[in-house]
């Protein structure tokens, strides 16, 4: 079966369409895909939170998903309350 892992950093994304036996779950997937250069905090199957012992299917898009590096409320707080800006 194929399965897209997609890696999101800012301004960079790095994908990459893997090969696996059926019934792989997310942690062979991380392992095919090779060493990560970044701290994930997460995995999501199409938007939808997993775990590493989820079962992929042929056509999954795997998403690994970093920290918030900011809360959005809180950067919400600070956009408004900044000048407005003319």
């Not at 893997?18 to 997937?29: C, S």
């Not at 938007?47 to 998903?65: C, K, N, P, S, Y």
């Not at 920290?67 to 809180?74: S, T, V």
């Amino acid at each position: 079966m194929k399965v897209d892992v997609v890696l999101a950093r800012p301004r960079a994304v790095r994908s990459r369409t893997l090969e696996l036996p059926d019934g792989a779950t997310i942690a062979a997937a991380l392992a095919a895909f090779g060493p990560l250069d970044a701290e994930i905090a997460g995995y999501a199957v199409y938007g939808v939170r997993a775990t590493e012992d989820t079962v992929l299917r042929d056509g999954d898009r795997l998403e690994l998903l970093r920290a918030l590096q900011l809360d959005p409320k809180d950067a919400r707080r600070r956009r408004a309350a900044k000048p407005a800006a003319r």
